[in-house]
C-alpha cells in the first residue's frame, strides 16, 4: 500500500500553465508505472498520462505536446507540468501508482478559465 498526495491545482487562465505534484509515502521504483488521470464533471475517470519505471513516457492525444510527465525518483514524487491550458482541461487531477491497482492519491482540483 502506498499514499499519494497530490498538490499543485488551481484556477488559471486559458493559455496558461499548472504544475502538479504527486508525492507517495514510499518508493515509486516499486511501481511498474505512475500515473496521472483526469475526471471532469458528470465525466468518467480519464487516462492523462504516465511513466514508467524506466522513464518511457505516455501521453493521451488530448493532451499530447502540452502536458509533460516527470520523476523524481530521489523524492518518490510524479510532476505533470501542464502547459497551453484549455477549458475542457477542467477536472480533478489524480495520481495513480502502477496499472490497474487501487493506489489513488485523494485528487485536486484544476479549473481553467475562459
Known amino acids: 500500500q502506498v499514499q499519494l498526495v497530490e498538490s499543485g491545482g488551481g484556477l488559471v487562465q486559458a493559455g496558461g500553465s499548472l504544475r502538479l505534484s504527486c508525492a507517495a509515502s514510499?518508493?515509486?521504483?516499486?511501481?511498474?508505472?505512475m500515473g496521472w488521470y483526469r475526471q471532469a464533471p458528470a465525466k468518467q475517470r480519464e487516462w492523462v498520462a504516465d511513466?514508467?519505471?524506466?522513464?518511457?513516457?505516455n501521453y493521451a492525444e488530448s493532451v499530447k505536446g502540452r502536458f509533460i510527465i516527470t520523476r523524481d525518483n530521489a523524492k518518490n514524487t510524479v510532476y505533470l507540468q501542464m502547459n497551453s491550458l484549455k477549458p475542457e482541461d477542467t477536472a480533478v487531477y489524480y495520481c495513480r501508482a502502477g496499472w490497474g491497482t487501487s493506489n489513488w492519491g485523494q485528487g485536486t482540483q484544476v479549473t481553467v478559465s475562459s
Open positions: 514510499g518508493s515509486i521504483n516499486r511501481f511498474n508505472a
Open positions: 511513466i514508467t519505471k524506466g522513464g518511457t513516457t
